[in-house]
């Protein structure tokens, strides 16, 4: 029992006829790309799902996981008003994911409607959760659900909070999917919602190599700079996602790629299997990257480098350490908002 499978889905609310109206046949590539994504998901026959959007409340310095009571969520924002959702919370992943933070000093924290409010969030899911959602629902009967935001940390920081994910879902001997929601580059023509950059076709082209030359850790090295140029949405999701799969072989495959709006949409699938893992041929290249930006450097660069990666490199001694029933009071969250541990990232939404 463990997570039997990672799924990489796009959050364009244009995939939903209602929505997209004439605009949704110009992305038939991607809506059955989502379809396929719900059909194998519905064949793993998970316990419960994970999906992480990055539409949500995002912090610099937490994970933030939906405290809310039901996941309840529409369309209204996007001029859609007869749709509606509503899904389970899986409380006992959720209560036992808080205790391994709190044991291995993570950086996940409950956010709940008072939370959501405080930081000019609706109380309820985003199109980030809800497009995915959309499409598992009219394939299968969903499970009990975990819904969480990804943190602003290091990738390197989001794969160990995948593990601590992963500790989680095993120690309830829980079979579990886990959703990466997301979009690829939005800056790929000057029709899209920002202007055109050469990295965007760079980086699309390249986490598409990564996925079907079974190296989807690797796009996780690439340039920061050219990555932000790409103004991707995907993937600090899908580093927290890939993080529960680090200890086993990956096979990745690309279901449906396509771009018609000016944002890259990309579908795809990972799923464990025997073999060495990807994940360790990563950790070397990574290891050997800091070493040469190491090399040559003076003394005082080294140490403060040092310094820096011993907070960024995943769980470390200086996390808060909070007590997994205090993770929901209220109050607490004030104190904490109040000394400025948690610093709001406000995301933007498209349609397209």
């Given at each position: 029992?463990?997570?039997?499978?990672?799924?990489?889905?796009?959050?364009?609310?244009?995939?939903?006829?209602?929505?997209?109206?004439?605009?949704?046949?110009?992305?038939?590539?991607?809506?059955?790309?989502?379809?396929?994504?719900?059909?194998?998901?519905?064949?793993?026959?998970?316990?419960?799902?994970?999906?992480?959007?990055?539409?949500?409340?995002?912090?610099?310095?937490?994970?933030?996981?939906?405290?809310?009571?039901?996941?309840k969520?529409?369309?209204?924002a996007?001029?859609e008003?007869?749709?509606s959702?509503?899904?389970?919370k899986?409380?006992?992943?959720?209560?036992?994911?808080?205790?391994?933070?709190?044991?291995?000093?993570?950086?996940?924290?409950?956010?709940?409607?008072?939370?959501?409010?405080?930081?000019?969030?609706?109380?309820?899911?985003?199109?980030?959760?809800?497009?995915?959602?959309?499409?598992?629902?009219?394939?299968?009967?969903?499970p009990?659900?975990?819904?969480?935001?990804?943190?602003?940390?290091?990738?390197?920081?989001?794969?160990?909070?995948?593990?601590?994910?992963?500790?989680?879902?095993?120690?309830?001997?829980?079979?579990?999917?886990?959703?990466?929601?997301?979009?690829?580059?939005?800056?790929?023509?000057?029709?899209?919602p920002?202007?055109?950059?050469?990295?965007?076709?760079?980086?699309?082209?390249?986490?598409?190599?990564c996925?079907?030359?079974?190296?989807?850790?690797?796009?996780?090295?690439?340039?920061?700079?050219?990555?932000?140029?790409?103004?991707?949405?995907?993937?600090?999701?899908?580093?927290?996602?890939?993080?529960?799969?680090?200890?086993?072989?990956?096979?990745?495959?690309?279901?449906?790629?396509?771009?018609?709006?000016?944002?890259?949409?990309?579908?795809?699938?990972?799923?464990?299997?025997?073999?060495?893992?990807?994940?360790e041929?990563?950790?070397?290249?990574?290891?050997?990257?800091?070493?040469?930006?190491?090399?040559?450097?003076?003394?005082f660069?080294r140490?403060?480098?040092?310094?820096?990666?011993?907070?960024?490199?995943?769980?470390?001694?200086?996390?808060?350490?909070?007590?997994?029933?205090?993770?929901?009071?209220?109050?607490?969250?004030?104190?904490?908002?109040?000394?400025?541990?948690?610093?709001?990232?406000?995301?933007?939404?498209?349609k397209?």
């Open positions: 029992m463990s997570v039997s499978g990672v799924f990489l889905m796009p959050h364009a609310p244009v995939l939903i006829d209602k929505i997209g109206g004439d605009d949704t046949n110009r992305v038939l590539r991607t809506v059955e790309g989502m379809r396929r994504c719900a059909k194998n998901i519905k064949a793993l026959s998970p316990d419960v799902i994970v999906l992480i959007s990055p539409h949500g409340p995002v912090f610099s310095d937490a994970v933030a996981l939906y405290d809310l009571e039901p996941y969520g529409d369309f209204k996007f001029g008003h007869v749709l959702y509503e899904f389970d899986h409380y006992e992943l959720m209560n036992q994911l808080e205790y391994e933070n709190q044991v291995q000093k993570g950086r996940y924290y409950a956010v709940d409607e008072t939370i959501f409010k405080r930081f000019q969030h609706e109380p309820s899911l985003d199109h980030g959760a809800l497009v995915p959602l959309h499409f598992l629902r009219a394939e299968m009967t969903l009990p659900i975990l819904i969480m935001s990804y943190g602003t940390l290091s990738y390197q920081a989001l794969i160990n909070h995948g593990k601590l994910l992963k500790r989680a879902v095993e120690a309830l001997k829980l079979d579990a999917v886990v959703i990466a929601s997301g979009d690829m580059s939005h800056a790929l023509s000057n029709y899209g920002y202007a055109f950059h050469e990295s965007g076709q760079w980086f699309d082209a390249r986490i598409q190599t996925i079907t030359d079974q190296k989807p850790f690797d796009i996780f090295l690439e340039p920061a700079k050219r990555i932000q140029e790409a103004c991707e949405c995907g993937l600090r999701s899908l580093a927290l996602a890939l993080g529960t799969l680090t200890d086993t072989r990956i096979q990745s495959t690309s279901y449906a790629y396509e771009a018609p709006f000016g944002v890259g949409y990309l579908c795809a699938g990972f799923y464990p299997e025997k073999g060495t893992p990807q994940f041929l990563f950790q070397f290249k990574a290891d050997d990257l800091r070493q040469r930006a190491l090399s040559g450097a003076h003394d660069v140490i403060a480098r040092k310094a820096i990666e011993s907070q960024i490199q995943g769980l470390n001694s200086n996390a808060l350490e909070l007590k997994s029933t205090a993770l929901k009071n209220t109050s607490l969250y004030e104190t904490l908002i109040n000394k400025k541990h948690l610093k709001s990232k406000m995301t933007q939404t498209n397209k």
